[in-house]
Structure formats: structure tokens, C-alpha cells
């Protein structure tokens, strides 16, 4: 089996989970008493993934025990989190990316099923969920059975949740794309994915679908404890 490596982006400052987030990052915010982020980093184990590249920023250090707890860790730190958008962050791991196949992966998510990290992946692709309906996320336009176009709004489309997949080679396409846009100033508020979408013509992506429910974007206080009525109470 080829290595598999993940990147979990988790350099934010999580503005709209305050004031929980004055305290503790985002990503470490408990549900059900265990951290977003773990819920990602078990997922990648369940899939053979070696090596786990966390990039950190916000609060860098509350991320350092998560290296006594799996030794497949090691931190990046972020040090534009707060100047430059995500694009940093996979700036930040540009080293790493395309040294093996690779899951990119925000860090703020819930995982209820890290079934869907096992899944056989044999093109690069972008995780989605089917949205019925008008969206204002960031959704995919497709062409014959391809990711045509990556944006925000959209309707009766996948919507994007969070979790990508990148061959070896396509990583190193995205690498040095990456590299490229982050040399020019005018692109400091980039996300990543709009850098994915203006080299589609290279990029070869598909969307790998999964189920309402196996993965749970958490955006605010509100969201948080409508999950579980007890994270309010974060150490």
C-alpha cells in the first residue's frame, strides 16, 4: 500500500465560536468530550495514514500534548495566520505536500463515521455532501463527472465539507501552485481551494460523496451545543 500522509489545518482563530475560543482553540473544543481535532486525527489513523502534519497558529500551544498522544504527529506552525487566509496553512506545510498521497483537512470537524477515510481513492478529489437547494458554501460545478469549478453559492450541487485527497502527483501540482500564488502579495486572502480552482485545467478532481451526518461542520456556540448541551463547559 502507497504511504499516505495527512495535513489538518488548524491555524484559525474560530472568531464566531467566542467566547470559547478566547480560551482554547477551535479545533480543541470538546464534543462529547473529545476535541474536534481527534475525531479528524482517528479518522486518518483508521485509513494507515503515517505521518499527521497539524498546522498550528492561534493558541499554537494547546495543540503540543496531542504529540505525547499520537506519535504520528508533528506540528507545523502557521506564522501568517493572522496577516493571510488558509492559503498559509497549506503554504506553511508546502514542504510536505506532494511527498505522498495526501489528505488535506480542516480541523474544526466532527467525524461521527471514520469510515469514510477507508474509502479506495484512486483519483484526487474533494469529500462533498448533496445540498438540495440553494447553498451559500462553498460548492462544486461539475463536467463530466470532473470538478469544473470550486466556489461559494449554489444550488442542487455538492457542498464542500472539509476533507480533500491528493495523489502524490497532484500534490505537487498544488504545491507549486500554491507556492506561486503566495509569492504575490495581492493574493494574501486567498483560501486554498480558490488556488485549486484556477488550476482545474491540471488538476484532475472528482467529488467523493458522503452521507448527511458523517461529517458535522461546527461554526458557532449555537451549533455547538445544539450537538451536546454539555460543551459549553470546555477546559
Known sequence: MD???????????????????????????????????????????????????????????????????????????NNDYLEKNNISSVYAAKDVLGTADCFICEADLLISDSAIFKKKLE????????????????????????????????????????????????????????VEAYGQEENSDLFWDEVVDANLQELKLRVEPVDEGQIVEIDTVEELLAIDARAVCQE
Open 3 to 77: 504511504k499516505k500522509i495527512g495535513i489538518i489545518m488548524a491555524a484559525g482563530i474560530g472568531s464566531r465560536m467566542r467566547p470559547i475560543t478566547e480560551r482554547i482553540p477551535k479545533p480543541m473544543v470538546k464534543v462529547f468530550g473529545k476535541p474536534l481535532i481527534e475525531t479528524v486525527i482517528d479518522g486518518l489513523l483508521a485509513a494507515g495514514v503515517e505521518d499527521i502534519y497539524v498546522v498550528a497558529g492561534y493558541l499554537k500551544e494547546s495543540f503540543f500534548p496531542l504529540r505525547e498522544k499520537y506519535p504520528q504527529i508533528k506540528l507545523i506552525v
Open 123 to 178: 483519483e484526487s478529489c474533494y469529500f462533498g455532501k448533496m445540498v438540495a437547494g440553494s447553498s451559500d458554501d462553498w460548492v462544486f460545478e461539475l463536467e463530466d463527472g470532473y470538478i469544473s469549478r470550486v466556489k461559494k453559492g449554489g444550488r442542487d450541487t455538492y457542498n464542500m465539507v472539509g476533507i480533500s485527497y491528493f495523489t502524490k502527483p497532484d500534490g505537487l501540482i498544488l504545491r507549486d501552485k500554491i
